[in-house]
């Protein structure tokens, strides 16, 4: 017998039997629960709106490809939100996840920038528009490793670390908001903006994040929260641009209250763990003291099945 034809027989002689090895391949595999797919998709659907907004941009359709931003947006809040509430989160959905968001709110912004009006400063437009970028990138990988900080405390959830990505995407873009309002084109105040938000997103700012406010709502708010949302879409779609510029400067006129939350919140950790940690001091002897030991013994519980501390 030639010596592969041994060293096969060999090694199924002593290999462990597989009952599935005479399986066919396709069946080998558990099916996947449609809840998993769901969150998934949405963030495919997301992944697609921030492609076709660089493809607007390079046709110079600016209106359609900042509505295409706000929409990758929408959906980027929403899978989440739908994965924690079906119970379809998976490692692989977070990744999923933060590689389209580098495209939709790093790439895609970025390249609606530099052809709208960084293309001005030639190769400075273009570094600006690949810092802004790379910034984001970096605001995704460090935000992915502080998800396994086992020292973060409890009430460090409500902050982000920097401006998020979604928020840096529709924050950076205000100088085509105002262009559609009206204002001038400003080249060197749109490259040193660019440049602020890029660094406002690696920074170690303190930011609301919100994702543990609201999730009950007071029955008496549900109608009135129905109405305001209601109200909200109809002046975005009639007024996308004053909309737009209302409320990106209301986001940047509250980071400063998130900086200061966020340092109350601290001094209060630091001033409980100090507490904690501080010796108890000795307590002086008292006249209550020295006549304790001379007290009679108490009485012994009754001798019954109850626990001590019911008897």
Known sequence: MAPARCARYNRFMFQPFDPRRDEPRWRRFRPIPVRLLVP????????????????????????????????????DAVDGRVARLIKGTS?????????ADFVNFGVAPAIILYFWELHEFKSAGWIAAMIFAICAALRLARFNVAIDDPNKPAWAANFFVGMPAPAGAITVLLPIYLYFLGLPRLTLITFIYTLAIAALMVSRLPVFSGKKSGRRVRPDMVLPIFVAVVLFVALLISYPWHVLTASTLAYLASLPFGWLSYRRLERADAAAEAAAAAPTPPVAPGPASIAAPLAPPAPEAPDDDRPARLN
């Open 40 to 75: 998934n998709v949405i963030t495919l659907l997301a992944l697609c709106a921030g492609l076709t907004a660089i493809r607007l941009a390079v046709e110079d359709r600016l209106d359609l490809a900042l509505a295409a931003i706000a929409f990758a947006v929408v959906l």
């Open 91 to 99: 490692r692989f959905g977070a990744e999923l996840d933060s590689l």
